[in-house]
């Protein structure tokens, strides 16, 4: 069975600071992985996604994510977070062969602060 | 484009009675995926679903929910004789027809369900 450990359940950080929030997934088969993030009592927005190739992935504001194969990794980090980065941030994998359905980890509360 | 869309945002049902959660998928999409979020936990599979089959239930309470697809119509969520331990905020995800490897899941706003 797969599963997915955020080790963090929160962040917070200064404003313009760096941030990493981490990720392992354990699985016997390969995955596709995924960082989503939800903003106060709203539903998730797809970050960025990983499905094969590089192994760096970047998204439209900022932030990346390195699958790590032989640590079964993949953080998500930003080199200087704004105040409107605050949210919940959750990592997920899907199965090819399962239908897509998406195993969520924990979350991790990021919050930045002036 | 309107997105997928979930009714009602916010469902308040006392202990024993009935709740529906809705769901209307994207323009296109065919499949349905519905998430539970328990408080301070993060999202839980609980079924997928095509036009008028359930393909997944394997994350299914085993009493008291269904869900369905018909072919005309939102996708339904049933929760019967509703206990304090079913509120939670309940996600539905869309994706389009199959044909690739890999379909991406975009979710509506959520039911947040709230038992008295």
């Known amino acids: 069975a797969q599963s997915v450990t955020q080790l963090d359940s929160q962040v917070p950080v200064f404003e313009e600071a760096p941030v990493e929030l981490r990720c392992n997934y354990s699985s016997s088969v390969s995955v596709y992985l995924f960082w989503y993030v939800q903003y106060p009592n709203q539903g998730l927005q797809l970050l960025l996604k990983?499905?094969?190739?590089?192994?760096l992935v970047e998204s439209i504001n900022g932030f990346e994510a390195e699958f790590n194969k032989s640590q079964t990794s993949f953080h998500l980090r930003k080199p200087s977070v704004h105040i409107s980065d605050t949210a919940e941030y959750f990592c997920?994998?899907?199965?090819?062969?399962?239908?897509?359905?998406?195993?969520f980890g924990a979350g991790t509360r990021l919050a930045v602060h002036p | 484009n309107a997105g997928v869309m979930q009714n009602p945002r916010h469902l308040v049902r006392r202990r024993g009675q009935e709740a529906r959660l809705r769901c209307s998928p994207m323009k296109g999409h065919s499949h349905v995926y519905w998430y539970r979020q328990l408080p301070e936990e993060g999202l839980k599979f609980m079924v997928y679903?095509?036009?008028?089959?359930?393909?997944?239930e394997s994350g299914m309470p085993k009493e008291r929910f269904s869900a369905e697809f018909p072919k005309e119509g939102p996708s339904i969520l049933r929760i019967q004789q509703v206990v304090r331990g079913d509120s939670a905020a309940y996600f539905c995800a869309s994706s389009p027809t199959p044909g690739q490897s890999y379909n991406e899941q975009f979710f509506g706003p959520g039911t947040r369900l709230t038992v008295l």
């Open positions: 679903l095509q036009k008028e089959n359930i393909i997944d």
């Open positions: 990983y499905l094969s190739g590089s192994t």
């Open positions: 997920a994998v899907s199965d090819p062969g399962g239908y897509n359905k998406l195993i």
